[in-house]
Antibody, heavy 120, light 108 residues
Framework: QVQLQESGPGLVKPSETLSLMCTVS????????WTWIRQPPGKGLEWIGY???????NYNPSLKSRVTMSADTSKNQFSLKLSSVTAADTAVYYC??????????????WGQGTLVTVSS | SSELTQDPAVSVALGQTVRITCQGD??????ASWYQQKPGQAPILVIY???NRPSGIPDRFSASSSGNTASLAITGAQAADEADYYC???????????FGGGTKLTVL
């Protein structure tokens, strides 16, 4: 059974960098694309970006200037950094697997999500 | 355009059939994936591809597609189906993933 678990600080100060880690078990991150999604309180889902284990990335254009993703195959983890955060970045952050066995790349496994609040 | 449009809210009587729609140019090329999200929980995948259900998803969930519109049907809606539903696709040019704004389903 594939499981994903997000970890990282729940509170980040404005203008600082949000850093989250996603630990994957039950699958190797050398397969598929690994994705970050966020959901502001009471709002819909927003795709942040995805990474392949080679380091190849693709980011949401609205966040691209502030986003960095990386992958560590030795630990089977991938990470998200979002710089210069503001209150608008307050959201539940999810990591998920993008299943390339289907042309639609469905997100078939998700972490439970972690709430990150941006506040001084 | 790389947007997906959903009706904000839909309601259905218990045991009846409901269709939730999603419109967008990317759907002319790719099928939509559909997710169910209940309050305080992560989304779960209920349909992907032409009409594929992951293991454990009841067969009362089905999908169809025509032109730029994808539809998720729930046949014989149950109280447990009350949730937010999101469609998702990807842009064929950029490979960006796209989510619809979500539809809140109420089972009456």
């Amino acid at each position: 059974q594939v499981q994903l678990q997000e970890s990282g600080p729940g509170l980040v100060k404005p203008s600082e960098t949000l850093s989250l880690m996603c630990t994957v078990s039950g699958d190797s991150i050398t397969s598929y694309f690994w994705t970050w999604i966020r959901q502001p309180p009471g709002k819909g889902l927003e795709w942040i970006g995805y990474i392949y284990f080679t380091g190849s990335t693709n980011y949401n254009p609205s966040l691209k200037s502030r986003v960095t993703m990386s992958a560590d195959t030795s630990k089977n983890q991938f990470s998200l950094k979002l710089s210069s955060v503001t209150a608008a970045d307050t959201a539940v952050y999810y990591c998920a697997r993008a299943a390339t066995y289907s042309t639609t790349w469905p997100l078939d496994y998700w972490g439970q999500g972690t709430l990150v609040t941006v506040s001084s | 355009s790389s947007e997906l449009t959903q009706d904000p809210a839909v309601s259905v009587a218990l045991g009846q059939t409901v269709r939730i729609t999603c419109q967008g140019d990317s759907l002319r090329i790719y099928y939509a994936s559909w997710y169910q999200q209940k309050p305080g929980q992560a989304p779960i995948l209920v349909i992907y591809g032409k009409n594929n259900r992951p293991s454990g998803i009841p067969d009362r969930f089905s999908a169809s597609s025509s032109g730029n519109t994808a539809s998720l049907a729930i046949t014989g809606a149950q109280a447990a189906d009350e949730a937010d539903y999101y469609c998702q696709s990807r842009d064929s040019t950029t490979n960006h993933l796209i989510f619809g704004g979500g539809t809140k389903l109420t089972v009456l």
